[in-house]
Nanobody, 119 residues
């Protein structure tokens, strides 16, 4: 069974920083695109950042210049460094990955980690 487990969320003041981590475990051949999404109360889940296996990245306009996504392919990890946090960054952050197994691939989600930015 494949799992994605996030960690690193918490409460931080405006302007502060947090680093989210996501660890993949289970049976798979490799991991394709990895991404972070977030969902604030009453809003739809939105893409924050994503990174390909080879390190190409994309960011939502709202986090460009403040957040940085990275990955460690050897250890099946993805990270999200969040700087200059704002109250509007408050949300549950979800790790997402395309898991490649023998003959197929599928979309896997983590359980989410809460990030709260106080004003």
């Amino acid at each position: 069974q494949v799992q994605l487990v996030e960690s690193g969320g918490g409460l931080v003041q405006t302007g502060g920083s947090l680093r989210l981590s996501c660890a993949a475990s289970g049976s798979f051949l490799r991991i394709g695109i990895m991404a972070w999404y977030r969902q604030a109360p009453g809003k739809e889940r939105e893409l924050v950042a994503r990174i390909t296996h080879f390190g190409s990245t994309n960011y939502a306009d709202s986090v460009k210049g403040r957040f940085a996504i990275s990955r460690d392919n050897a250890n099946n990890m993805v990270y999200l460094q969040m700087n200059s946090l704002k109250p509007e960054d408050t949300a549950v952050y979800y790790c997402n990955a395309i898991m490649v197994t023998m003959g197929t691939s599928f979309n896997q989600w983590g359980q989410g980690t809460q990030v709260t930015v106080s004003s």
